[in-house]
């Protein structure tokens, strides 16, 4: 079983900043790599960023230049820096995990339950 744990959500005035953060743990042999996602009320869900193990991190373009994203291979933790934030970036954010349980075994994927970002003034 693998657990995947948000934190560091809660409320921000526009233009302010939030860290959160995220730990994978359980039955995980290696983590590929590690993302956001977010779902806004009545939205569907969508990716925000990703890290791999190596490093190579993606955003989307609403996040670039704002979020950044970082990551402890040692620890499985991945956290999300959100800088100037606006109302629309109000949701729930989701951490995602994609890891092998044991060696040469296909990748799979877990969710979090998420943690809730509300911007408002």
């Known amino acids: 079983q693998v657990q995947v744990v948000e934190s560091g959500g809660g409320l921000v005035q526009p233009g302010g900043s939030l860290r959160l953060s995220c730990v994978a743990s359980?039955?995980?042999?290696?983590?590929?790599?590690m993302a956001w996602h977010r779902q806004a009320p009545g939205k569907q869900r969508e990716w925000v960023a990703q890290?791999?193990?190596?490093?190579?991190?993606t955003y989307t373009d609403s996040a670039k230049g704002r979020f950044t994203i970082s990551r402890d291979n040692a620890k499985n933790t991945v956290d999300l820096e959100m800088n100037s934030l606006k109302p629309d970036d109000t949701a729930v954010y989701y951490c995602?995990?994609?890891?092998?349980?044991?060696?040469?075994?296909?990748?799979?994927?877990?969710w979090g339950q998420g943690t809730q970002v509300t911007v408002s003034s």
């Open positions: 359980g039955s995980i042999f290696s983590i590929y790599a």
């Open positions: 890290i791999t193990s190596g490093g190579v991190t």
């Open positions: 995602y995990v994609v890891f092998r349980r044991y060696n040469y075994s296909p990748t799979t994927n877990a």
